[in-house]
């Protein structure tokens, strides 16, 4: 881009419409806090609300104080974490808001294809770090296109916050913006006194330097009909053997096909294939025995491991669909079962291979990827009725993204991979082959 597609008008603190409690100022993180990624979760949200120049700066000031409303409920958002970065100072100090208007009106984005690189522009920045003492937890920006569209990109880091808190975020000010705070689910603060961080844990993530790889951020949207012709292939191919009388999820299958094609790019780059490892994240909301609910705060997830071996013979979709299925149905029994102190134990043991598997080098390739499907991402109404596009954003390491897409049953990906492995990502014959055609331009929408 030549030049910048949206002009930030202001930027503000915006802090919550009534004081926290002094009860309530210091708030603890959890041990899935602590384990969470030094990186920020970004959504992208778009509307097709038209108003007139009187109605824009009503809109404006409607969204900003309900977000204000809504901090009263999520108050260890507008806090900052304290040098032990174990515990956050709830006084209040505010989230980063932006309000900006773009350069086009919503369709002229459209015609030109509403990249990937574009979006980029309407959500704050991934400003990934260590260090968060006394900065934003959360980052919001407005946008209004000339037509009267809106965007709303939400930023919040991950060491506070999973997907699923921010979506119970979003919604909760959706909410409150159409109807009024009394109609917003709180969230239940209680995850830190079931699984309390610990001091002696230390750093879990090494501060590694800048990379020198250039990554590149492309979507894929995998059609719906697609998927489940496959995942009926499955069934008829595996129901006689392994005791496989289950058709596997929408999202493992489109994990596996994405698995698969990186697999390949790696035995390209190789002249072999070699070891792989995918960690998908698995929520815990739901899956434990535990006094958690579905609109807990704060991180709640551990990672899946999955093993591709080439000793197992040929790489062929199927079983590699089946290694992934038994992996994530492995780890959801297990943690069904699991007492506290174990589930501590798998989430750490599992964090600590990926991590460890990535620093090694040692001929195995370590793959990472997050799953927002059934996740309520298509259901913020700010009164304007709910989103017609709702992506996530590029992030400056290498992983993917699956959400649910808000029309059928289809799943949209967004890949983060370096520039080279991207262009061999790209040909991959089993990619294009559950993919749209005009997802081969997979920048835009």
């Given at each position: 881009?030549?030049?910048?597609?949206?002009?930030?008008?202001?930027r503000?603190?915006?802090?919550?419409?009534?004081?926290?409690?002094?009860?309530?100022?210091?708030?603890?993180?959890?041990?899935?806090?602590?384990?969470?990624?030094?990186?920020?979760?970004?959504?992208?949200l778009?509307?097709?609300?038209?108003?007139?120049?009187?109605?824009?700066?009503?809109?404006?000031?409607?969204?900003?104080?309900?977000?204000?409303?809504?901090?009263?409920?999520?108050?260890?958002?507008?806090?900052?974490?304290?040098?032990?970065?174990?515990?956050?100072?709830?006084?209040?100090?505010g989230?980063?808001?932006?309000?900006?208007?773009?350069?086009?009106?919503?369709d002229?984005?459209?015609?030109?294809?509403?990249?990937?690189?574009?979006?980029?522009?309407?959500?704050?920045?991934?400003?990934?770090?260590?260090d968060?003492?006394?900065?934003?937890?959360?980052?919001?920006?407005?946008?209004?296109?000339?037509?009267?569209?809106?965007?709303?990109?939400?930023?919040?880091?991950?060491?506070?916050?999973?997907?699923?808190?921010?979506?119970?975020?979003?919604?909760?000010?959706?909410?409150?913006?159409?109807?009024?705070?009394?109609?917003?689910?709180?969230?239940?603060?209680?995850?830190?006194?079931?699984?309390?961080?610990?001091?002696?844990?230390?750093?879990?993530?090494?501060?590694?330097?800048?990379?020198?790889?250039?990554?590149?951020?492309?979507?894929?949207?995998?059609?719906?009909?697609?998927?489940?012709?496959?995942?009926?292939?499955?069934?008829?191919?595996?129901?006689?053997?392994?005791?496989?009388?289950?058709?596997?999820?929408?999202?493992?299958?489109?994990?596996?096909?994405?698995?698969?094609?990186?697999?390949?790019?790696?035995?390209?780059?190789?002249?072999?294939?070699?070891?792989?490892?995918?960690?998908?994240?698995?929520?815990l909301?739901?899956?434990?025995?535990?006094?958690?609910?579905?609109?807990?705060?704060?991180?709640l997830?551990?990672?899946?491991?999955?093993?591709?071996?080439?000793?197992?013979?040929?790489?062929?979709?199927?079983?590699?669909?089946?290694?992934?299925?038994?992996?994530?149905?492995?780890?959801?029994?297990?943690?069904?079962?699991?007492?506290?102190?174990?589930?501590?134990?798998?989430?750490?043991?599992?964090?600590?291979?990926?991590?460890?598997?990535?620093?090694?080098?040692?001929?195995?390739?370590?793959?990472?990827?997050?799953?927002?499907?059934?996740?309520?991402?298509?259901e913020?109404?700010?009164?304007?009725?709910?989103?017609?596009?709702?992506?996530?954003?590029?992030r400056p390491?290498?992983?993917?993204?699956?959400?649910?897409?808000r029309?059928?049953?289809?799943?949209?990906?967004l890949?983060?991979?370096?520039?080279?492995?991207?262009?061999?990502?790209?040909?991959?014959?089993?990619?294009?082959?559950?993919?749209?055609?005009?997802?081969?331009?997979?920048?835009?929408?």
């Open positions: 881009m030549d030049e910048s597609e949206v002009q930030v008008l202001s503000t603190l915006l802090k919550p419409s009534s004081p926290t409690p002094e009860h309530l100022r210091y708030y603890k993180l959890s041990l899935f806090d602590q384990l969470a990624p030094p990186s920020f979760i970004r959504i992208f778009c509307y097709t609300s038209s108003s007139d120049d009187l109605e824009k700066s009503q809109t404006f000031n409607r969204l900003k104080k309900s977000l204000s409303d809504t901090l009263t409920k999520f108050y260890p958002f507008a806090g900052r974490i304290l040098e032990d970065g174990l515990s956050i100072d709830c006084s209040d100090q989230i980063e808001y932006f309000e900006g208007e773009a350069s086009k009106g919503l002229e984005f459209l015609h030109d294809g509403l990249k990937v690189e574009i979006l980029d522009e309407f959500v704050p920045k991934d400003l990934s770090g260590f968060l003492t006394d900065r934003p937890l959360v980052s919001v920006q407005i946008s209004m296109f000339r037509c009267g569209g809106i965007s709303i990109g939400l930023s919040v880091s991950h060491k506070i916050s999973d997907t699923s808190t921010l979506i119970q975020f979003m919604n909760g000010w959706a909410s409150t913006s159409k109807e009024g705070i009394c109609t917003m689910i709180s969230p239940n603060f209680t995850v830190p006194s079931i699984f309390p961080s610990r001091q002696e844990l230390g750093r879990v993530y090494p501060e590694l330097g800048a990379s020198n790889l250039s990554i590149v951020t492309r979507r894929f949207t995998f059609k719906g009909s697609l998927i489940s012709k496959f995942r009926n292939k499955f069934r008829e191919t595996f129901g006689s053997r392994n005791n496989h009388h289950h058709q596997p999820s929408r999202v493992t299958v489109v994990t596996a096909v994405i698995w698969k094609a990186l697999i390949n790019v790696s035995q390209q780059k190789h002249g072999h294939l070699r070891p792989s490892l995918l960690s998908p994240a698995m929520s909301r739901g899956k434990a025995a535990l006094k958690t609910s579905e609109n807990s705060f704060g991180n997830w551990m990672p899946v491991i999955a093993h591709f071996n080439p000793e197992m013979g040929k790489l062929d979709l199927l079983d590699l669909v089946s290694i992934l299925d038994d992996a994530v149905r492995t780890t959801a029994e297990n943690i069904k079962k699991a007492r506290t102190h174990e589930i501590f134990s798998m989430a750490t043991k599992g964090i600590k291979e990926v991590i460890d598997e990535k620093l090694n080098n040692n001929g195995l390739d370590v793959f990472t990827c997050t799953s927002w499907c059934r996740f309520p991402i298509n913020a109404d700010f009164g304007w009725g709910k989103p017609f596009k709702v992506s996530s954003l590029s390491y290498e992983m993917f993204t699956l959400w649910d897409s029309y059928g049953d289809s799943i949209e990906a890949v983060c991979l370096n520039e080279k492995d991207m262009a061999k990502l790209n040909l991959d014959q089993d990619l294009l082959a559950f993919t749209s055609s005009s997802s081969i331009d997979i920048g835009s929408f």
